[in-house]
T-cell receptor, first 114, second 112 residues
């Protein structure tokens, strides 16, 4: 049973446009969420986080939105740049239960076209 | 640099052999995690240390896998009697109290 799902395996976006990456989860205990970017042959790079007490967090070109009732979060990248081309993972944890164990989605490969 | 480092970057071993994978976390981070990533999948949680103790080892697939962190800093993941199905990228991450985790570059393990 996959508790964190990224249903789009790939996404192509034109440079300068908005990229929207989606993530759904099933466990209502999840209260902290992370987004990572991964280039080939490298470890995942932390991008942005959001706690369940918020519905939005912004850091430069990256904004994460959380809809708790729908158990859905999304990462917006504006404007998209060719260097953003990578695999993006969302991850979730139930920090309030005292665990820092994260469950990752299967990733979405973003390609930004110049 | 001050990031998470992992050694070796690549390890090829024969089925049945024993391997050790090392992780040097970011200085001052008390939390350390091991994950395994197979092709086309996200990182899969193996074990989490808070200080020297394993706070959650529920992700270790079986008793061939073991990890230690004796002084609360460097950690070693140990795999006994390796099997071809153990082939994957093994990722280590360290974190502070915020819950964020910072990953190392990984060790690619190939069991032949």
């Amino acid at each position: 049973d996959q508790q964190v799902k990224q249903n789009s395996p790939s996404l192509s976006v034109q440079e300068g446009r908005i990229s929207i990456l989606n993530c759904d989860y099933t466990n209502s205990m999840f209260d902290y969420f992370l987004w990572y970017k991964k280039y080939p042959a490298e470890g995942p790079t932390f991008l942005i986080s959001i706690s369940s007490i918020k519905d939005k967090n912004e850091d430069g070109r990256f904004t994460v939105f959380l809809n708790k009732s729908a158990k859905h979060l999304s990462l917006h990248i504006v404007p998209s740049q060719p260097g953003d081309s990578a695999v993006y993972f969302c991850a979730a944890s139930a920090l309030a239960s005292g665990t820092y164990k994260y469950i990752f989605g299967t990733g979405t490969r973003l390609k930004v076209l110049a | 640099g001050a990031g998470v480092s992992q050694t070796p970057s690549n390890k090829v071993t024969e089925k049945g052999k024993y391997v050790e994978l090392r992780c040097d976390p970011i200085s001052g981070h008390t939390a350390l995690y091991w994950y395994r990533q197979s092709l086309g999948q996200g990182p899969e949680f193996l074990i989490y240390f808070q200080g020297t103790g394993a706070a959650d080892d529920s992700g270790l697939p079986n008793d061939r896998f073991f990890a230690v962190r004796p002084e609360g800093s460097v950690s070693t993941l140990k795999i006994q009697r390796t099997e071809r199905g153990d082939s994957a990228v093994y990722l280590c991450a360290s974190g502070a109290s915020s819950g964020e985790q910072y990953f190392g570059p990984g060790t690619r393990l190939t069991v032949t």
